[in-house]
């Protein structure tokens, strides 16, 4: 496709729900990020893909979060026994290289999730 | 600690009228230096950046911004903002990672 794609947009889970929220990058793309962005704040990092090694995962709040890229391209991030701080938009933006340099970072529209 | 200070919450601008949206940075080195926009609905799409050279950095949508490494600003700029212009305004710095400021609504008035 065109750009970052990310399904579902929105998505309400009941407290204690497992989730799975889906990120398609650009074509071709070999960084791969995820980021939560809570009402009212920027962005914060959650975690890093270069292919599918998962390079950096410093940023996911705590063991029930999970993300995977098995074969370098499609993304899923999975929150396990959803809380109710979980609520936020989750972002997932690619890029063309394994840093910035020369190059940006595109963001999807993301998925806004909802803990009931 | 890396952070993001943009210490304006919300600025209201009149249309026609200029714009500066300020950011200040912590970071161990020099960063790449990003500006991004966020409307509602919309993911980020990228204004401008800056990664070395010219301090004076021109963007999409008739957007500057100027990096000042003594002051460890990174401040945008416009001459005469638009309607359209009204959405949220981040600036981040990074290398791979980004650690965005809790950004800057801007509001243009008539």
């Known amino acids: 496709g065109a750009g970052v794609s990310q399904s579902p947009r929105y998505k309400v889970a009941k407290r204690g729900q497992d989730v799975a929220l889906r990120c398609d990058p650009i074509?071709?793309?070999?960084?791969l990020f995820w980021y939560q962005q809570a009402l009212g704040q920027g962005p914060e990092f959650l975690t890093y893909?270069?292919?599918?090694?998962?390079?950096?995962k410093s940023g996911l709040p705590s063991d029930r979060f999970f993300a995977e890229r098995p074969e370098g391209s499609v993304s899923t991030l999975k929150i396990q026994r959803t809380q109710q701080e979980d609520s936020a938009v989750y972002l997932c933006?690619?890029?063309?290289?394994?840093?910035?340099?020369?190059?940006?970072?595109?963001f999807g529209q993301g998925t806004r999730l909802t803990v009931v | 600690a890396q952070s993001v200070t943009q210490p304006d919450i919300h600025i209201t601008v009149s249309e026609g009228a200029s714009l500066e949206l300020r950011c200040n940075y912590s970071?161990?080195?020099?960063?790449?230096l990003f500006w991004y926009v966020q409307s509602p609905g919309q993911g980020l799409q990228l204004l401008l950046k800056?990664?070395?050279?010219?301090?004076l950095v021109q963007g999409i949508k008739g957007f500057e911004a100027e990096f000042k490494r003594s002051q460890s600003s990174f401040n945008l700029r416009k001459p005469s903002v638009h309607w359209s212009d009204a959405a949220e305004y981040f600036c981040?710095?990074?290398?791979?990672?980004?650690?965005f400021g809790t950004g800057t609504r801007l509001l243009v008035s008539p």
């Open positions: 800056y990664f070395s050279g010219d301090t």
């Open positions: 933006a690619s890029s063309a290289d394994r840093g910035l340099i020369g190059t940006e970072a595109f």
């Open positions: 893909f270069q292919n599918e090694a998962q390079l950096d």
């Open positions: 074509s071709g793309h070999v960084s």
């Open positions: 970071y161990g080195a020099t960063p790449y």
């Open positions: 981040a710095v990074g290398f791979q990672k980004l650690v």
